[in-house]
Nanobody
Framework: QVQLVESGGGLVQAGGSLRLSCAAS????????MGWYRQAPGKQRELVAA???????NYADSVKGRFTISRDNAKKTVYLQMNSLKPEDTAVYYC?????????WGQGTQVTVSS
């Protein structure tokens, strides 16, 4: 069982930066793949960035070059550094931990980017 708590969301102007954190508790963090997803009003939840237990990363095309995902296994925390934010990045951002066959979600944190 893994519990996830996101933090770091907020209101920022276009072009600004935010860093999201996702703190995990429970066992198995270091062997879990971690991901950040987002869901904007009226839209489906989408993958933003993911990182494997070995540190390999992948990103949605819309955030490549602007967002960076990282993890600190000692702290059981995964981060999402978001730079050059755009109004279309506005969404609730969710942290996910996946360790087959289980998938765990945090409660989400709101990110609002004003133009």
């Amino acid at each position: 069982q893994v519990q996830l708590v996101e933090s770091g969301g907020g209101l920022v102007q276009a072009g600004g930066s935010l860093r999201l954190s996702c703190a995990a508790s429970g066992s198995g963090f270091s062997i879990s793949a971690m991901g950040w997803y987002r869901q904007a009003p009226g839209k489906q939840r989408e993958l933003v960035a993911a990182i494997t237990s070995g540190g390999s990363t992948n990103y949605a095309d819309s955030v490549k070059g602007r967002f960076t995902i990282s993890r600190d296994n000692a702290k059981k925390t995964v981060y999402l550094q978001m730079n050059s934010l755009k109004p279309e990045d506005t969404a609730v951002y969710y942290c996910n931990a996946a360790r087959w066959p289980y998938s765990y979600w945090g409660q989400g944190t709101q990110v609002t980017v004003s133009s």
